[in-house]
T-cell receptor, first 115, second 114 residues
Framework: NAGVTQTPKFQVLKTGQSMTLQCAQD?????MSWYRQDPGMGLRLIHY???????DQGEVPNGYNVSRSTTEDFPLRLLSAAPSQTSVYFC??????????????FGAGSRLTVL | GDSVTQMEGPVTLSEEAFLTINCTYT??????LFWYVQYPGEGLQLLLK?????DKGSNKGFEATYRKETTSFHLEKGSVQVSDSAVYFC?????????????FGQGTTLQVKP
């Protein structure tokens, strides 16, 4: 099993450019989410999805767009990149275990630099 | 809103030392609690979890007990190894589990020296 696959691993953008971070999971998990990781701030939730066709905003959604057309894929789009979006991005998929806990599986991350 | 607070790092220990990383939380209801570990250059991996008060999660020699009375979930290990050097994140999710969301602490870096 590949688990959660993110591409690209590294990307450099210029201010104003747009791009899409890809995320795919092969575990048939209902839930998927995108986080960004910044020094000293832990992981902050950008957007999440509870199933195909359903998405919602997290803590820091501005400047990002998502869609969930299939169970497997959950791309994150940067509409007009800004230096403040320089970060490491993690995609996760999750399921509820028998005790009701969300168990997340993370991708390896995508490091984005905006100049 | 719900939140998680971890002790600041970095924590530097010698091999075979005892480890404690403090984690406290604020939440309505009865959240599930987690510890995730991030090794250099990698994504986060689930280390252990607990879903109700007094539950003890354990894995790879690490333990944490869900203490509702003190709203804490401190991570402990009796004897750390160099290979335990990583960033450790405490996290919570609401018990409904209907969204797949977690709220993370800021992370604590552990450095273990030989």
């Amino acid at each position: 099993n590949a688990g959660v696959t993110q591409t690209p691993k590294f990307q450099v953008l210029k201010t104003g450019q747009s791009m899409t971070l890809q995320c795919a999971q092969d575990m048939n998990h209902e839930y998927m989410s995108w986080y960004r990781q910044d020094p000293g701030m832990g992981l902050r939730l950008i957007h999440y999805s509870v199933g195909a066709g359903i998405t919602d905003q997290g803590e820091v959604p501005n400047g990002y767009n998502v869609s969930r057309s299939t169970t497997e894929d959950f791309p994150l789009r940067l509409l007009s990149a800004a230096p403040s979006q320089t970060s490491v991005y993690f995609c996760a998929s999750s399921y509820r275990d028998s005790r009701g806990a969300n168990v997340l599986t993370f991708g390896a991350g995508s490091r984005l630099t905006v100049l | 809103g719900d939140s998680v607070t971890q002790m600041e790092g970095p924590v530097t220990l010698s091999e075979e030392a005892f480890l404690t990383i403090n984690c406290t939380y604020t939440a309505t209801g009865y959240p599930s609690l987690f510890w995730y570990v991030q090794y250099p250059g990698e994504g986060l991996q689930l280390l252990l979890k607990a879903t109700k008060a007094d539950d003890k999660g354990s894995n790879k020699g690490f333990e944490a007990t869900y203490r509702k009375e003190t709203t804490s979930f401190h991570l402990e290990k009796g004897s750390v190894q160099v290979s335990d050097s990583a960033v450790y994140f405490c996290a919570l999710s609401d018990r409904s589990g209907n969204t797949g969301k977690l709220i993370f602490g800021q992370g604590t870096t552990l450095q273990v020296k030989p």
